[in-house]
């Protein structure tokens, strides 16, 4: 799904900014063509749950509306008009006066709802939006309802962040010609620094012919195509690499059959390969070592709204840090993250939202004691027709991204029962089908070893999250160094592929210190990372390394987290603690931005 823009043709407007919000009543309760009853003021984009002093609307189960007029620019006659959703987290419902006119599940992609024919230009329309937070077994990520002593109805969930809810991301009114362009797709062929080859491929509605070029950074056509998909060459590419983020565009034009251009779009792309090879990750040829952060789109007061201040910050104290990369734990991240990873270089595993896929824990790490442990035939098939549909929206949303080089389509599911392989294999083929081009992953958590996994042979990439020395081994760390060793042996030799250590790291609050080896210290957590560098060190297979987690964040109340997860390198608001300096100097002096440390 193309992302909105501006161009000749079309044109883009924020609806962010104050909406009317009410947490319930029922979809029954319509018709939206009044004002909202008993709408209260909330932000757009935010997650709703922290805008306000009550815990019935933090914790609120089910569905809330955002309400707000809009108005249909003047020149706006004859184009195509849509509301641009860009997630409605979980579940979203789009009307325009009491006309449904959009429905989408899934929590983190975009979708849109064609008002075109219920508008005129310069008149005003009421816009209501319905968002369900509700998570069932059903749904990814997963989650199921408990009912307590009093019969009040709660939402639980296996995986270990808050589940921020609501318009979190921008919402758009935006207008397209009707004939116009749907899709663009661009993938580099072949590439080294004396030629590319890149192939494209653009999807339209209406118009007859298609004409492209290259557009380099500096507004020149370095070449030309004509017709819906071929290739074109470009000599002397300035190529996608980590830490140089060139980008070029793709200038789509589509002509009416006099000839006439209908629609213009410009496409950004860059020029790099991805390729496993062995036990190595290659961009471009060259072998990249990940250094980096599962990350999380969390902050306070905002949740998981996109923020362009926090995402600046936060790419500032990645480059501090030396960072090269970043996983999108757990869920797809908003576009302009993305865009901005393109820009700055930064290397992305881009991850579906199917979190918490795991068999109970028995009351343990995540789970409460006495909640109902998942089984395995808990998810069923449209357990898996959602995340089918969930893979199919990250790729369609994020596939001409450059820096994203490796899809992630679960974090720790269960993978050692025979349930797990027929679950996962149509999975893993569906993501290879959509996007040949770049290398596939689900992240791996210990109960899964070398030996038991019954689904890595379907992936790529080892990721693993590992944490010896904090769940096992607590306080511990020369016994948690000879298994962590010991365990990525047996991966290197068992499997032959690259090893990604997609999460490791220790709950740690910032200012507690002891001469001690104390756990939750600052001294406690720079010293288990260090203790994992070194056994990365000394096992070749390992390509990357990426610290659980870059900040501080929010998760469901419980009793083994205070006021959330501290295994943050900087706190929630973006403080280091001295982990943060250790990473800083092992990374930032790392010899070039690919090598291994
Ligand atoms: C997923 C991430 O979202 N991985 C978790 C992280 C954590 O800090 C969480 O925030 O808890 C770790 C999974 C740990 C599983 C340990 C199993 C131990 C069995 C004895």
Redesign the pocket.
Known sequence: MLKPQDSETRDARLLDGIWSFSAGPSPGARPWTAPLAGGRDAAVPASYNDLFTDDATRMHVGWVWYQREIRIPAGWAGQRIVVRVDAATHRGRVYLGDDLVAEHIGGYTPFEADITDLVEAGGTARLTIGVDNELTNETIPPGFLQEDENGAVHQKYR???FNYAGLARHVRLVATPKERVTDVTIVTEEASGSAATVSYRVDTAGGSAVRVAIVDEDGRDVAHGDGAAGTLQLSEPRLWNPGEGNLYDLRVELLADDGELVDVYRQPFGVRTVEVRGAEFLINGEPFYFRGF?KHEDSAVRGKGHDDALLVHDFALMEWSGANSFRT??YPYAEEVLDYADKHGMVVIDETAA?GLNLG?GG???GQAGEPAFSPTMFNERTRDAHAQAIRELVARDKNHPSVVLWSIA??PEAVEPAARDYFEPLAALTRELDPTRPIAYVN???ASFHNDAIVDLFDVICL?R?YGW??DNANLSAAETRLERELRGWEETHGKPIIIA?Y?A?TLAGLHSVHVQSWTEEYQAELLDMYHRVFDRVPAVVGEQV??FADFQ?SPGIIRVDG?K?GVFTRDRRPKRAAHLLRSRWATAPTRNAAP
Do not use: I
């Open positions: 995986h270990d962040f599962g734990s757990h979190v824990l343990g790490v995540h974090n720790e958590e210990l109960r999250n944490y769940y096992v999460e790291g709950d659980w987690n998760t997860n295994k």
